[in-house]
């Protein structure tokens, strides 16, 4: 297999060379055809046409191994783990440079738009090079990740490979990154004064890098299959804290509720760079250091943000040259303290009573306003006396930067449920929560970008309503009680068993059509609208429904919901009967293609099977539908079934 990969390899190599002198022949439309099959790895006697491309080039094939500049490899392209994936971030990589591969083995966890999953190797043999690194975001699915090789003896020719050095498709067309035409420019000589403020540049996110002692950087985790940022609630441990496996370390508020971040190995917390009230924090953001030994800690006092992305080390050394420098310029040692803070850079400025402007990054500033602190306080330590994130972070920290009283305008630390008052008394600002955040922009898009129709229909519930008194009588010695909610959702799952296509949702291509009926559940919370999911509804009982729904709907106004009791529905109701609601249309929770708004029951004169006038209980259903998956008739028929369950429940229980 090896050797069809070698010349798979070394004839790419040759096309793309020959192209540059030959752009009319023959060969240069072969060039993405070969380059593609090599980095898809298929193997080259499936492809008999590639041959004949090469044909017409006859002698030239003789000096075809001039162009075998890097051992026989494979580049591993980032990949689409999800039906919507387009792009994804690493979160961690599982193997290490050097490592064997075998087939099965966890290359990385990889942070998609649904969850965070496990990367799977395809295929055995050694991991060459790590083309990106731990908490890399945004990488488009195909772009190189990683170099392997088929032998182990291969690794180290790869010690400088960068994706721009191989050729299209990862056929590995060019030379090493250490060849002496991209020496120069890629690995300039250093600076002896630069070295030394700062030798621990480029750390890992493993914290092997630098003078630090071993660490780890803790990033932001994905609590939650459609989590992609969050905010620090609270901190459950305090810096140089023991943490044991388990342990509640912090409360994270995610997108769906207010969830516990608990610890996965035993050690100490040396350092937390996101202080409680941080909003909108992506997920992988470095949010505290963590170390296995208690006598590190002391070493991370003075550790930032900015060194946890591998841009610094510890700061005591960082002041030697800058001091070197500062002792050439002195003209007398009275002046020195007077030439440093003229030598300060732009953060010190904002201090004097000049006035000047303030050079921030936005997310800094944005941090500072929430946090209610002066950014002009703040230490810079970005490029040209720029204050980025850290700089504030590691002021409010401190307990610096208070606000002036000419900007009291300016709103607090967003708290849960606090209200901030606005300096007109005409109203209040209440601040959004995350989870009400969220829902909002889903809302609009789904608005937006679904072509929601609407159909209307009046179900008599006179039966329901005697069949429920009834079991709710022989229930009562349990403590149980049945709602009509719990007859909506299994008369739901009953007519989508018989019209199966409304249990589906819209893929662009394809429309994606359930075979597990699990109906969403929309629940009012005080953090805003949430929606968990009773799995398997059609096949549960009213009882079983209703213990569901109530232990959910318990969760979900505590904020506990886990994860999988939100992920997964298939089909949504929002019921406001009990607001005395006669009828309302809700809007579809995407990518599911219907959701039934139940309105509340009420008497009304109704024409009886005899052809009588006679009074009768009716309640009033709305089905929203996704026109691009429910047609009309099909949601109408839905429809039918679903009041003929309704009418009859007894039919439902057979």
Same mark, same amino acid.
């Given at each position: 297999?090896?050797?069809?990969?070698?010349?798979?390899?070394?004839?790419?190599?040759?096309?793309?060379?020959?192209?540059?002198?030959?752009?009319?022949?023959?060969?240069?439309?072969?060039?993405?055809?070969?380059?593609?099959?090599?980095?898809?790895?298929?193997?080259?006697?499936?492809?008999?046409?590639? #041959?004949?491309?090469?044909?017409?080039?006859?002698?030239?094939?003789?000096?075809?191994?001039?162009?075998?500049?890097?051992?026989?490899? !494979?580049?591993?392209?980032? /990949?689409?783990?999800?039906?919507?994936?387009?792009?994804?971030?690493?979160?961690?990589?599982?193997?290490?440079?050097?490592?064997?591969?075998?087939?099965?083995?966890?290359?990385?966890?990889?942070?998609?738009?649904?969850?965070?999953?496990?990367?799977?190797?395809?295929?055995?043999?050694?991991?060459?090079?790590?083309?990106?690194?731990?908490? *890399?975001?945004?990488?488009?699915?195909?772009?190189?990740?990683?170099?392997?090789?088929?032998?182990?003896?291969?690794?180290?020719?790869?010690?400088?490979?960068?994706?721009?050095?191989?050729?299209?498709?990862?056929?590995?067309?060019?030379? /090493?990154?250490?060849? /002496?035409?991209?020496?120069?420019?890629?690995?300039?000589?250093?600076?002896?004064?630069?070295?030394?403020?700062?030798?621990?540049?480029?750390?890992?996110?493993?914290?092997?890098?630098?003078?630090?002692?071993?660490?780890?950087?803790?990033?932001?985790?994905?609590?939650?299959?459609?989590?992609?940022?969050?905010?620090?609630?609270?901190?459950?441990?305090?810096?140089?804290?023991?943490?044991?496996?388990?342990?509640?370390?912090? %409360?994270?508020?995610?997108?769906?509720?207010?969830?516990?971040?608990?610890?996965?190995?035993?050690?100490?917390?040396?350092?937390?760079?996101? @202080?409680?009230?941080?909003?909108?924090?992506?997920?992988?953001?470095?949010?505290?250091?963590?170390? %296995?030994? %208690?006598?590190?800690?002391?070493?991370?006092?003075?550790?930032?943000?900015?060194?946890?992305?591998?841009?610094?080390?510890?700061?005591?050394?960082?002041?030697?040259?800058?001091?070197?420098?500062?002792?050439?310029?002195?003209?007398?040692? @009275?002046?020195?303290?007077?030439?440093? @803070?003229?030598?300060?850079?732009?953060?010190?400025?904002?201090?004097?009573?000049?006035?000047?402007?303030?050079?921030? *990054?936005?997310?800094?500033?944005?941090?500072?306003?929430?946090?209610?602190?002066?950014?002009?306080?703040?230490?810079?330590?970005?490029?040209?006396?720029?204050?980025?994130?850290?700089?504030?972070?590691?002021?409010? *920290?401190?307990?610096?930067?208070?606000?002036?009283?000419?900007?009291?305008?300016?709103?607090?630390?967003?708290?849960?449920?606090?209200?901030?008052?606005?300096?007109?008394?005409?109203?209040?600002?209440?601040?959004?929560? @995350?989870?009400?955040?969220?829902?909002?922009?889903?809302?609009?898009? !789904?608005?937006?970008?679904?072509?929601?129709?609407?159909?209307?229909?009046?179900? $008599?519930?006179?039966?329901?309503?005697?069949?429920?008194?009834?079991?709710?009588?022989?229930?009562?010695?349990?403590?149980?009680?049945?709602?009509?909610?719990?007859?909506?959702?299994?008369?739901?799952?009953?007519?989508?068993?018989?019209?199966?296509?409304?249990?589906?949702?819209?893929?662009?291509?394809?429309? $994606?059509?359930?075979?597990?009926?699990?109906?969403?559940?929309?629940?009012?919370?005080? !953090?805003?609208?949430?929606?968990?999911?009773?799995?398997?509804?059609?096949? =549960?009982?009213?009882?079983?429904?209703?213990?569901?729904?109530?232990?959910?709907?318990?969760?979900?106004? %505590?904020? =506990?919901?886990?994860?999988?009791?939100?992920?997964?529905?298939?089909?949504?109701?929002?019921?406001?009967?009990?607001?005395?609601?006669?009828?309302?249309?809700?809007?579809?929770?995407?990518?599911?293609?219907?959701?039934?708004?139940?309105?509340?029951? !009420?008497?009304?004169?109704?024409?009886?099977?005899?052809?009588?006038?006679?009074?009768?209980?009716?309640?009033?259903?709305?089905?929203?539908?996704?026109?691009?998956?429910?047609?009309?008739?099909?949601?109408?028929?839905?429809?039918?079934?679903?009041?003929?369950?309704?009418?009859?429940?007894?039919?439902? #229980?057979?």
């Amino acid at each position: 297999m090896s050797s069809w990969r070698r010349a798979v390899q070394l004839g790419a190599r040759f096309i793309r060379s020959t192209s540059k002198t030959n752009k009319g022949s023959a060969a240069v439309t072969g060039i993405p055809t070969c380059t593609r099959y090599y980095s898809t790895g298929i193997t080259l006697i499936q492809h008999p046409q590639w #041959l004949r491309t090469l044909v017409p080039l006859g002698p030239q094939l003789v000096s075809l191994r001039g162009f075998a500049d890097l051992p026989a490899h !494979s580049e591993l392209t980032m /990949p689409s783990l999800s039906p919507t994936m387009s792009q994804g971030n690493i979160v961690e990589w599982k193997k290490k440079e050097g490592d064997e591969l075998a087939s099965g083995d966890i290359l990385c966890m990889v942070e998609t738009d649904k969850a965070t999953l496990e990367w799977e190797n395809q295929d055995d043999g050694f991991l060459a090079k790590i083309l990106v690194g731990d908490n *890399s975001k945004d990488i488009p699915v195909g772009t190189p990740v990683a170099v392997i090789t088929d032998e182990k003896d291969d690794v180290a020719a790869f010690a400088n490979y960068s994706p721009s050095s191989g050729g299209a498709g990862g056929g590995g067309g060019g030379a /090493p990154a250490d060849s /002496p035409k991209e020496q120069k420019p890629s690995a300039p000589a250093a600076d002896p004064e630069s070295s030394e403020a700062n030798p621990g540049s480029g750390g890992a996110a493993d914290g092997g890098g630098g003078d630090w002692p071993p660490h780890s950087v803790m990033g932001l985790p994905s609590l939650s299959p459609t989590m992609s940022q969050g905010n620090i609630a609270s901190w459950k441990k305090k810096e140089g804290e023991q943490v044991g496996a388990g342990d509640e370390m912090a %409360e994270i508020e995610t997108d769906k509720a207010t969830m516990a971040w608990e610890s996965q190995d035993d050690g100490f917390i040396a350092k937390i760079l996101l @202080q409680e009230g941080a909003k909108d924090i992506p997920v992988g953001t470095p949010a505290m250091i963590f170390v %296995e030994e %208690e006598a590190d800690i002391a070493a991370f006092k003075d550790y930032t943000a900015e060194d946890a992305k591998g841009g610094g080390a510890p700061k005591k050394p960082a002041a030697k040259p800058e001091a070197k420098k500062e002792g050439k310029q002195e003209t007398a040692p @009275q002046q020195q303290p007077q030439q440093q @803070q003229e030598q300060k850079p732009t953060p010190s400025q904002p201090k004097q009573p000049s006035g000047g402007r303030v050079i921030a *990054s936005p997310y800094a500033k944005k941090l500072a306003r929430e946090a209610n602190v002066d950014i002009s306080q703040a230490t810079a330590t970005g490029p040209e006396g720029r204050i980025v994130a850290a700089d504030v972070q590691k002021l409010i *920290s401190e307990g610096g930067g208070k606000a002036k009283p000419q900007k009291a305008d300016a709103p607090g630390p967003e708290q849960s449920g606090q209200i901030t008052s606005a300096q007109s008394d005409d109203y209040s600002d209440i601040p959004n929560s @995350q989870i009400r955040r969220i829902t909002a922009k889903r809302l609009l898009e !789904s608005k937006q970008t679904v072509p929601h129709y609407y159909l209307t229909i009046d179900c $008599r519930v006179d039966k329901l309503v005697q069949l429920r008194q009834q079991l709710n009588a022989g229930l009562a010695k349990d403590g149980k009680k049945l709602s009509v909610n719990d007859f909506v959702i299994k008369a739901s799952a009953q007519a989508l068993k018989k019209v199966p296509g409304v249990n589906a949702s819209w893929h662009g291509d394809f429309i $994606r059509q359930y075979h597990n009926i699990d109906i969403s559940i929309a629940v009012q919370t005080p !953090s805003g609208l949430m929606v968990p999911v009773v799995k398997d509804s059609d096949s =549960k009982g009213l009882t079983e429904i209703g213990s569901a729904v109530k232990d959910l709907a318990g969760k979900a106004k %505590e904020g =506990k919901l886990g994860p999988a009791e939100m992920a997964g529905g298939t089909f949504t109701i929002s019921n406001l009967g009990m607001y005395n609601v006669d009828n309302f249309s809700a809007v579809i929770n995407q990518p599911q293609a219907a959701i039934l708004a139940v309105g509340g029951s !009420s008497k009304r004169v109704v024409v009886g099977s005899s052809g009588e006038f006679e009074e009768g209980t009716m309640m009033s259903v709305t089905l929203s539908c996704d026109h691009r998956v429910v047609d009309g008739a099909m949601g109408a028929q839905w429809l039918q079934a679903f009041r003929g369950y309704i009418e009859d429940p007894v039919s439902m #229980l057979l």
